[in-house]
């Protein structure tokens, strides 16, 4: 049987807003698998659990870098938001948006070797990278970038320097920098539901028919009819359009107007959008959470041993 840690439930109940208990149960019921069990809570507590997405661990900034001919978006981690806030830091990230921007590297290696000097520091990006780690004492890495150049035009948004959307589109500058204020603040996986990758819609489906395999059985227990099995399917399928809607684009209320859809501006201010990027600092990346009481047990153990 799995361990299950203090820190692995504050982990949780962090991704989720479920109960401490609610979410030691599930974390033992999924053996320690931290997706597991938080597909567990859905089905137990529904929209009470919240979504992982919405809180992101890793430090770090994003950076965006608009040229001519290009453009260009870079997150860049470190280890700790102390140094998101460093003008070395910061102007790290900026210098490799616009060299991503300005020479189209193939991917991070090939950005790291191109020509940069900064604080003394060079004569590479990576060199710099190097310089600064060993200067203000902590890790720095370039985690990811995508660069923009497709002809078409773009409209980018900042949320501080933790949010970064790109939009390519054609048409009404304005309308475009709202989409790209819409993502930020609504983060949609893809531009229509038909774009929504098959593993989510395949993760949503098997949510919903677990939760409705719960409330067969909590009738049963109660006394009270069971619905038929096409009412079920329908429910079912019913909660998978539904999270369809919720998670592209087009079909999201749009954010400024809540009585129109994203594609209803759109068509409104004769704009075309082609394609997003967002960027959410550390999203996917799990940084690790101390054990402070684990931590001192081992200290004193090793003390008694000595």
Known sequence: ????????????????DAPMMECKKALTEAEGDMVKAEELLRVKLGSKAGKAAARVTAEGVVAVSSAESAS???????????????????????AAAHLVAQHAPADVPALGDLPYSQDGFGPTLEDVR???????????????????ASGAKVASYLHGTRIGVVVEFDGDEVAAKDVAMHVAAMKPVSLSSADVPAELVARERSVAAAKAAEDAAVAVAAG????????????IEGGVQKFLKEVSLFNQSFVKNDKQTVEQMLKEKATKVHGFTLYVVGEGIEKKVDDFAAEVAAQIAAAKAA
Do not use: H, W, Y
């Not at 981690?77 to 102007?91: H, Q």
């Not at 720095?140 to 923009?148: G, I, P, S």
């Open 1 to 16: 049987m799995a361990v299950i840690t203090a820190s692995m439930v504050a982990e949780l109940r962090g991704k989720t």
């Open 72 to 94: 260009a978006l870079i997150e860049v981690n470190c280890e700790t938001d102390f140094v998101t806030k460093n003008d070395s830091f910061l102007a790290l990230a900026n």
């Open 130 to 148: 190097k310089g600064l780690i060993g200067k203000i004492g902590e890790n720095m890495t370039f985690r990811r970038f995508k660069r923009f």
């Open 224 to 235: 009270k009819p069971v619905q038929s099995a096409e009412i079920v399917s329908k429910r």
